[in-house]
Protein backbone atom coordinates (compact mmCIF):
# COMPACT_ATOMS: atom_id res chain seq x y z
CA UNK A 1 0.00 0.00 0.00
CA UNK A 2 1.06 3.60 -0.77
CA UNK A 3 0.09 7.09 -0.14
CA UNK A 4 1.27 9.36 -2.39
CA UNK A 5 0.51 13.35 -1.21
CA UNK A 6 0.32 16.12 -4.01
CA UNK A 7 -0.39 19.55 -4.52
CA UNK A 8 2.03 21.67 -2.69
CA UNK A 9 3.65 24.59 -3.27
CA UNK A 10 3.79 28.56 -3.40
CA UNK A 11 1.30 30.71 -2.99
CA UNK A 12 0.28 34.67 -1.59
CA UNK A 13 -1.38 34.93 1.78
CA UNK A 14 -4.95 34.95 0.86
CA UNK A 15 -4.64 32.27 -1.95
CA UNK A 16 -5.76 28.65 -2.05
CA UNK A 17 -4.41 25.33 -2.62
CA UNK A 18 -5.99 21.81 -3.00
CA UNK A 19 -3.74 18.90 -1.45
CA UNK A 20 -4.45 15.37 -2.91
CA UNK A 21 -3.98 11.99 -0.85
CA UNK A 22 -4.00 8.85 -3.60
CA UNK A 23 -3.66 5.35 -2.05
CA UNK A 24 -2.98 2.47 -4.01
CA UNK A 25 -2.05 -1.39 -3.84
CA UNK A 26 -3.95 -4.26 -2.51
CA UNK A 27 -6.29 -2.34 -0.45
CA UNK A 28 -10.22 -3.46 0.26
CA UNK A 29 -10.95 -0.74 2.68
CA UNK A 30 -9.77 3.11 3.96
CA UNK A 31 -10.79 3.66 7.03
CA UNK A 32 -9.99 7.16 8.49
CA UNK A 33 -7.73 9.16 6.54
CA UNK A 34 -5.94 12.30 8.39
CA UNK A 35 -3.46 15.46 6.72
CA UNK A 36 -0.87 16.87 9.44
CA UNK A 37 1.66 19.28 9.27
CA UNK A 38 4.98 19.99 10.65
CA UNK A 39 7.22 22.55 10.67
CA UNK A 40 10.99 22.37 11.38
CA UNK A 41 11.64 22.47 15.55
CA UNK A 42 8.02 21.75 15.68
CA UNK A 43 6.05 18.57 16.12
CA UNK A 44 3.72 17.01 13.72
CA UNK A 45 0.18 18.66 14.07
CA UNK A 46 -3.13 17.13 13.10
CA UNK A 47 -4.90 19.59 10.91
CA UNK A 48 -7.59 17.12 9.59
CA UNK A 49 -9.48 14.23 9.48
CA UNK A 50 -12.15 12.22 7.55
CA UNK A 51 -14.14 9.22 8.04
CA UNK A 52 -15.17 7.11 5.27
CA UNK A 53 -18.69 8.56 5.73
CA UNK A 54 -16.95 12.17 5.47
CA UNK A 55 -17.25 12.92 8.35
CA UNK A 56 -14.55 16.02 9.30
CA UNK A 57 -13.13 17.27 12.17
CA UNK A 58 -10.18 20.19 12.01
CA UNK A 59 -7.72 21.56 14.59
CA UNK A 60 -8.84 25.46 15.37
CA UNK A 61 -6.93 27.15 13.74
CA UNK A 62 -7.92 25.76 10.19
CA UNK A 63 -11.18 25.63 10.94
CA UNK A 64 -13.82 27.70 8.32
CA UNK A 65 -10.75 27.91 6.00
CA UNK A 66 -9.91 24.45 5.20
CA UNK A 67 -12.09 21.37 3.70
CA UNK A 68 -10.84 17.83 3.92
CA UNK A 69 -13.17 15.71 1.24
CA UNK A 70 -12.38 12.25 -0.67
CA UNK A 71 -13.60 10.29 -3.09
CA UNK A 72 -13.41 6.45 -1.84
CA UNK A 73 -13.96 5.35 -5.32
CA UNK A 74 -10.62 6.88 -6.61
CA UNK A 75 -9.39 6.01 -2.76
CA UNK A 76 -7.83 9.81 -2.85
CA UNK A 77 -8.48 12.48 -0.32
CA UNK A 78 -8.30 15.90 -0.51
CA UNK A 79 -7.79 18.94 1.59
CA UNK A 80 -9.09 22.24 -0.15
CA UNK A 81 -6.62 24.99 1.87
CA UNK A 82 -8.32 28.46 1.61
CA UNK A 83 -7.33 32.28 3.41
CA UNK A 84 -4.00 30.58 3.57
CA UNK A 85 -1.55 32.61 5.82
CA UNK A 86 1.97 32.65 6.53
CA UNK A 87 1.08 30.64 9.34
CA UNK A 88 -0.04 27.36 7.42
CA UNK A 89 3.52 27.23 5.96
CA UNK A 90 4.58 23.49 6.79
CA UNK A 91 5.03 20.33 5.11
CA UNK A 92 1.62 18.46 5.04
CA UNK A 93 1.48 14.98 4.91
CA UNK A 94 -1.41 12.59 5.06
CA UNK A 95 -2.35 9.01 6.54
CA UNK A 96 -4.79 6.32 6.34
CA UNK A 97 -6.18 3.26 8.11
CA UNK A 98 -6.14 0.60 5.81
CA UNK A 99 -7.48 -2.67 5.52
CA UNK A 100 -6.19 -4.39 3.10
CA UNK A 101 -6.84 -7.52 0.41
CA UNK A 102 -9.82 -8.80 1.66
CA UNK A 103 -12.47 -8.12 4.90
CA UNK A 104 -10.29 -10.02 7.01
CA UNK A 105 -7.38 -8.66 6.12
CA UNK A 106 -4.79 -7.16 8.73
CA UNK A 107 -5.43 -2.63 9.17
CA UNK A 108 -2.62 -0.72 9.35
CA UNK A 109 -1.88 3.18 9.33
CA UNK A 110 -0.14 4.07 6.07
CA UNK A 111 1.78 7.36 5.52
CA UNK A 112 2.20 9.38 2.61
CA UNK A 113 5.37 11.65 1.70
CA UNK A 114 5.47 15.33 2.91
CA UNK A 115 4.37 18.18 0.18
CA UNK A 116 5.47 21.61 1.03
CA UNK A 117 3.37 24.07 1.23
CA UNK A 118 4.41 27.71 1.49
CA UNK A 119 2.83 30.68 1.73
CA UNK A 120 3.99 34.32 1.30
CA UNK A 121 3.44 37.21 2.95
Known amino acids: VQLQASGGGLVQAGGSLRLSCAAS????????MGWYRQTPGNGRELVAT???????NYVESVKGRFTASRDNAKRTAYLQMDSLKPEDTAVYSC????????????????WGQGTLVTVSS
Open 50 to 56: ITSAGDT
Open 95 to 110: NGDVQTRHIWGPRNIY
Open 25 to 32: GSIFKIYD
